[in-house]
């Protein structure tokens, strides 16, 4: 069975490989020293610091071979193959919805890199699904869990 790919920017694979490297390089040796430390303490069975320290080594573990996975069966996307005005990953768009005067801004990212609160939003999200490949000028209908509403697009520009 083929792996998923994961596509992404450079700008994303470089962060994810600076996280890797932090991982590595600084929070595991962090959390294998605060189990040394813990075991110090004796008796395993009753000691919350030792549990604690393997649970956050679980994670930091299982966090690394996750971004591991992402570096390996990343697709790296070059926006500037795609049209100027074009919506695709790597891109920041502007809509509006249809009747109203609000606008809202989405930088369109792999998965890896989405962080709604800072408007990057994933390629696989509803809104990235209804506008990659549409222009400017163009409207479309983003289908969400309260319901459909028809978005136009702006502007598009390359993301920074």
């Known amino acids: 069975m083929a792996e998923k790919t994961y596509p992404m920017t450079q700008a ?9 490297e932090d991982l590595k390089l600084v929070r595991r040796p962090e959390v294998i ?14 000691n919350s610091e030792y549990d604690a320290a393997k649970d956050e080594q679980a994670f930091v573990e299982g966090q690394i071979q996750i971004i591991e996975t992402k570096i390996r069966y990343a697709e790296i996307i070059d926006s500037d193959a795609v049209a100027s005005d074009e919506v695709a990953i790597g891109k920041t768009v502007v809509v509006q919805e249809v009747g109203t005067t609000d606008q809202d801004t989405y ?3 792999g998965a890896a ?6 408007g990057k939003i994933s390629n696989e999200s509803p809104i990235a699904q209804a506008l990659i ?7 479309t209908t983003i289908e969400s869990p309260a319901g459909s509403y028809d978005v136009e697009i702006i502007s598009v520009k390359k993301t920074k």
């Open 33 to 46: 020293e605060r189990i040394k430390i813990a075991r110090s303490y004796g008796d395993l069975s009753e």
């Open 107 to 109: 930088s369109i990212v």
């Open 113 to 118: 890199g989405a962080d709604v609160f800072a």
């Open 12 to 20: 994303e694979k470089d962060q994810l490989e600076q996280e890797l």
């Open 133 to 139: 490949g549409k222009k400017v000028g163009d409207t």
